[in-house]
């Protein structure tokens, strides 16, 4: 069945240093893919997407790129602030369903 | 900016007990979906639907699953006989432009 991968499941670094992350998914037919930060307590919040016609997106601090060849898509967080800190899931859709990644802890400390 | 939102936030139901999650999506979307999520696992797919009907599940949508759309804002999940493995958060979501947003989920405890 459909499968994506995330790494790392965590990631500490500093304020002001950048954090990746990065995941695999198994479909070729997946088109669209989200990422979400939820903080505890709260529903997935989505922050920024990629289509797979594109390979790359920028919003402000947060870029996606997309390599569909090797069925890869990462997230970059730059300048991170201590309000980043959650946990960070990727997702593939092929259908309409989300598959999500099995997440990501983000901790960025002062 | 239009949410979604959910009801209750909490919900404790004793093994064997019916519940009923409620949703009430985006006004304008047309696609409405339910997932899980168990305590620090991923976020699990369970069901779409869309015009009135299932458009997909999944195998953890069982027959003790239901959903049903009453009127035309809210959207339920139906457990018709917990398990103590229901205990999870479930969240609703709708969507709109191909971007899914989520409601801040309900915390069912089957005890």
């Known amino acids: 069945g459909e499968n994506v991968e995330q790494h790392p499941s965590t990631l500490s670094v500093q304020e002001g240093d950048s954090a990746v992350i990065k995941c695999t998914y198994s479909?070729?037919?997946?088109?669209?893919f989200p990422w979400y930060k939820q903080e505890l307590g709260k529903g997935p919040q989505l922050i920024i997407d990629i289509r797979s016609n594109v390979g790359e997106k920028k919003d402000q601090r947060i870029a996606v790129t997309l390599n569909k060849t090797a069925k890869h898509f990462s997230l970059h967080i730059t300048e991170t602030q201590p309000e980043d800190s959650a946990v960070y899931f990727c997702?593939?859709?092929?259908?309409?369903?989300?598959?999500f990644g099995t997440g990501t802890r983000l901790q960025v400390f002062p | 900016e239009p949410e979604v939102t959910q009801t209750p936030s909490h919900q404790v139901t004793q093994m064997g007990q019916e519940v009923i999650l409620r949703c009430v999506p985006i006004s304008n979307h047309l696609y409405f979906y339910w997932y899980r999520q168990i305590l620090g696992q991923k976020v699990e797919f369970l069901v779409s639907?869309?015009?009135?009907?299932?458009?997909?599940k999944s195998e953890i949508f069982d027959d003790q699953f239901s959903v049903e759309r009453p009127d035309g804002s809210n959207f339920t999940l139906k457990i018709r006989s917990t398990k103590l493995e229901d205990s999870a958060m479930y969240f609703c979501a709708s969507e709109g432009s191909g971007e899914q947003f989520f409601g801040p989920g309900t915390r069912l405890t089957v005890l």
């Open positions: 997702a593939a859709v092929g259908t309409d369903k989300l598959i």
């Open positions: 639907f869309y015009n009135n009907e299932i458009s997909e």
């Open positions: 479909d070729s037919a997946s088109n669209y």
